[in-house]
């Protein structure tokens, strides 16, 4: 028998315990108005880079850590440790951007195509909603590598939900889990990002698949023989499909190798210099804020983003003629031109505001600078135990003075000995400690640790007892 | 879909399906490679960090005749994490005969105890001479030894640790 046979043989033997042959054809043989086509594909696009963001997320869950004191350290660690961290990380990063390029093009080309007129009025619904879902995505998975910008660019975006008049506050309180943002912040976005949407987006994306397999495709809304000429999926519009998709997959692979996706030093709260910028999606938005202040500042957070989703949720219910050509459906086209030139509009001001002020420029320069060079930094291992003790038992002022210097800020030693669990070693009782602070040659220490004669008694007591109590 | 089904269109449809599959298997393909290395890079990539310096454990003279476990501090890097644990150690002195035993059982690394006059490992029953010889037990050799020296009059060991269940003593890499 020859290979081949064997795979048939195989093949027969599962369909006869799951009928999948059956499915098969409705992929296969689903009608292509018009033939194949590469403005055909983007949904399957759309589809391929879902589930390249869940694979390279799952892979990224396994070193992330989603807690304020590791969230950092960890991403830096799949960055610059793992083999192939960067290229995972960077896929996923860059992948976001593609979904949402991707999004805009699908959702673009089917309002021009009038494809979301009668009959697939739910499509175009759940199509929106997988719109928001997408931004939802780009939104909480910005705070989770824990640097300066995911600290500062989220800071923005919650205060933006505080500015609702009544509940405002309220929500910003429970999105964030208490009034600063927080580990507690971090896990709330982290449990929305890998647990929630993915849940609401799959189940979304399968519920948009088979009402478009219900409605059948609409195919470009010109070309009188799209009656005429029809093409089974398979196999030209599948072949087009790999293509573009093998594409994306080539584009990201390759901006992810020459240029790693960044990644800034960890949040620092306390820095007052830095200056946040949103993802390059939320740029309209951002640069929209600023034209608006007091009350009015609902209109560009609120109100506007709202009225448009609104808009375009309820048109297929309104606009019901059954009229597909955007030339002869001017209205309808001019509103969508001048809104996307609006929106690539406020994008390039945002860019040529931050160009053209001398001080933002330098600082936002000045800030790539630091993410590249962290990014060149070699990787720091965190010590975990160290960190432990520092929350729990906080340092005599004295023992920052005069020790910390060498023993590190919570004894974890640096260029002297770490000074954890010194109680289970001889010679270092409460008293023993405090005699060697006092004459380290007593101890065996010569020439290393230098003497501290002029500590006040009660200095000496606090420095031994909180040696001691670091286990 | 035209229904004609002539010879040149069906080998027109399995070459460009042939092809897609192509397409597509590469990108399987490579994000197989990247992430099964991504996957197993602790395994067999990770640097692992020991600590293979002498530790102190303390002065010759207040080592006690006997038996006497110790801990000994040993810090590693797991990843992105350093982190310090400790670890028991079995001191046998006899005089100026110092041993010094690793406290994980060869067997299956439970914690070696002494128990009546010899040692034993109470998971699996394994039991020891007072020179970490086997007695008895499932254990597949003698109590692990560590490296130790006098240096300063202060007793020093080096810890390590030791692949379980063979017959010869492998460090773990």
């Keep these: 028998m020859s290979i081949h046979s064997h795979l048939v043989a195989t093949g027969n033997w599962i369909d006869d315990r799951t009928g999948i042959k059956s499915l098969l054809p409705r992929v296969q043989e689903e009608e292509i108005p018009g033939g194949a086509k590469f403005s055909y594909v983007f949904g399957s696009a759309l589809l391929f880079v879902f589930v390249l963001q869940l694979f390279t997320g799952i892979l990224l869950l396994l070193y992330y850590v989603p807690t304020s004191d590791h969230a950092h350290t960890s991403v830096a660690y799949i960055q610059k440790e793992v083999l192939c961290g960067a290229i995972i990380r960077g896929i996923h990063h860059y992948g976001s951007s593609a979904m949402v390029i991707l999004v805009v093009l699908h959702f673009l080309q089917t309002f021009l195509w009038g494809a979301y007129k009668k009959k697939r009025e739910l499509l175009w619904l759940v199509g929106i909603l997988l719109f928001l879902l997408v931004l939802g995505f780009s939104f909480t998975g910005y705070l989770l590598p824990w640097d300066q910008k995911a600290y500062f660019g989220t800071k923005v975006g919650v205060s933006i939900m505080s500015t609702i008049p009544i509940i405002g506050s309220t929500i910003e309180r429970i999105v964030l889990g208490g009034s600063n943002l927080s580990t507690l912040t971090l896990s709330r976005f982290f449990v929305i990002h890998v647990v929630v949407l993915p849940l609401i987006l799959g189940i979304s994306s399968i519920v948009h698949i088979l009402l478009f397999w219900y409605a059948k495709p609409a195919g470009a809304y010109t070309s009188k023989n799209l009656e005429e000429k029809t093409e089974t999926f398979y196999p030209k519009q599948f072949f087009l499909n790999a293509v573009f998709s093998s594409l994306i997959f080539i584009v990201l692979l390759s901006i992810s190798l020459y240029m790693p996706a960044s990644l800034e030093p960890q949040a620092n709260p306390a820095d007052v210099n830095y200056i946040a910028r949103p993802e390059w999606y939320f740029l309209p938005l951002f640069q929209l804020l600023k034209y608006f202040n007091g009350r009015l500042v609902l209109l560009p957070t609120m109100i506007i983003p709202g009225l448009i989703f609104t808009v375009l949720g309820v048109l297929p219910f309104f606009d019901r003629k059954q009229e597909r050509n955007p030339f002869k459906r001017p209205i309808c086209s001019v509103i969508a031109s001048l809104l996307l030139l609006a929106i690539i509009g406020l994008m390039v001001i945002a860019k040529l505001d931050d160009k053209n002020d001398p001080l933002v420029s330098k600082r936002l320069a000045q800030q790539s600078e630091e993410a590249k060079e962290f990014l060149h930094k070699p990787f720091v291992a965190q010590s975990v135990n160290a960190q432990t003790i520092a929350q729990t038992t906080k340092s005599p002022a004295i023992y920052i003075e005069k020790c910390a210097g060498c023993h590190g800020n919570s004894g974890e030693g640096v260029i002297g000995p770490n000074l954890h669990n010194l109680n289970n070693k001889p010679k270092r009782t409460h008293n023993d400690l405090i005699n060697l602070i006092k004459k380290p040659s007593d101890f065996g220490l010569n020439n290393v640790m230098p003497a501290f004669t002029d500590l006040k008694e009660k200095d000496y007591e606090d420095l031994s007892s909180w040696i001691l109590s670091l286990n | ?173």
């Excluded at chain 2, 399906?17 to 994000?31: C, K, P």
């Excluded at chain 2, 890079?41 to 960090?49: H, I, L, M, N």
């Excluded at chain 2, 990843?79 to 150690?89: F, L, P, T």
Aim: aromatic share 10%.
């Design chain 2, 1 to 173: 879909m035209s229904t004609t089904n002539s010879e040149p269109q069906n080998s027109r449809r399995s070459f460009l399906g042939i092809l897609g599959a192509i397409f597509l298997g590469f990108i399987g393909l490579v994000m197989g490679v990247v992430s099964g290395i991504y996957a197993t890079f602790p395994a067999f990539f990770g640097k692992s960090k020991k600590d293979l310096s002498w530790q102190t454990i303390g002065k010759l003279e207040q080592i006690p005749e006997g038996f006497t476990q110790f801990t000994v501090n040993i810090t590693e890097q797991n990843g992105w994490q350093e982190s310090s644990s400790c670890q028991a150690v079995w001191i046998a002195r006899k005089g100026q005969q110092i041993d010094v035993y690793s406290a994980v059982c060869p067997h299956e690394g439970c914690t070696v105890t002494r128990q009546g006059d010899c040692f034993a490992c109470l998971c699996h029953m394994s039991k020891w001479q007072d020179d970490g010889a086997k007695i008895s037990g499932p254990t597949p050799r003698s109590l692990d030894t560590l490296d130790h020296r006098v240096n300063n009059n202060n007793l020093e060991i080096k810890y390590e640790s030791f692949t379980h269940g063979l017959e010869q003593k492998v460090p773990l890499t």
